[in-house]
């Protein structure tokens, strides 16, 4: 059977230059009961989804209740596939345009379904709030996922697991405390 939540993991060298988000995804790789995994730029390197690969995505969110975006921040956004993935997967008909639709018939394909978002940023925490150098919290920052599931029937964590300062001299044993939270975490969902 599939475990019921879905981790979707956008980096771009999550298996080169990452040290954060790798960290992250070889302790989700240690409970596969749990936890299935797409790693998109590693399923998409051209950058470019096809049909075979919309319809992979779509089988992969149909089979799961929990959906977490995973990713470092990139310009208080997430990396660029991760867009492109939404584009092409959250079809019409298939996503939205169902309207009076029973949740995960098509159209209404992700409602009743819970999204979260762990993302870690270079940046140090004092600095996403209002007065800070970024002048946003980290919730604000992931409106867009926010609104997005609203848009589409599921809901989102408000609050995103996040690890700050990955380029402030993060420690190993602090990346280490963050791999074991992050798994705290998504256990609470
Ligand atoms: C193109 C690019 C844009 C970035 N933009 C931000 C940003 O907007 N805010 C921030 O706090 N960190 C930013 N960073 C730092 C990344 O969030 C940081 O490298 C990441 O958390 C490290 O994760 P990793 O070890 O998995 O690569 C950016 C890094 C890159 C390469």
Avoid at 17 to 31: D, F, G, P, T
Avoid at 118 to 139: L, Q
Wanted: aromatic content about 12%; glycine content about 10%.
């Amino acid at each position: 059977m599939a475990a019921s939540t879905l981790v979707v993991i956008a980096h771009p060298d999550l298996t080169g230059s990452s040290r954060v988000n790798r960290r992250w995804a070889e302790k989700l790789a240690k409970h596969p009961d749990e936890f299935d995994v797409r790693d998109l730029y590693a399923l998409y390197p051209s950058g470019v989804l096809d049909e075979a690969g919309i319809a992979a995505e779509r089988a992969a969110l149909e089979a799961h209740d929990i959906i977490i975006f995973q990713f470092p921040v990139y310009w208080y956004s997430a990396p660029a596939l991760l867009r492109t993935w939404t584009d092409e997967v959250y079809g019409f008909g298939w996503a939205y345009g169902g309207e009076d639709a029973a949740p995960g018939e098509p159209g209404r394909k992700l409602a009743g379904k819970k999204f979260a978002v762990a993302m870690c940023a270079g940046d140090i925490e004092g600095n996403y709030c209002a007065e800070g150098t970024v002048g946003f919290t980290p919730s604000e920052v992931i409106v867009p996922f926010r609104a997005t599931a609203n848009y589409v029937g599921a809901t989102c964590e408000p609050e995103p697991f996040c690890l700050f300062g990955t380029e402030n001299g993060l420690g190993d044993e602090e990346l280490e405390a963050s791999a074991a939270a992050y798994l705290s975490w998504l256990r609470t969902l």
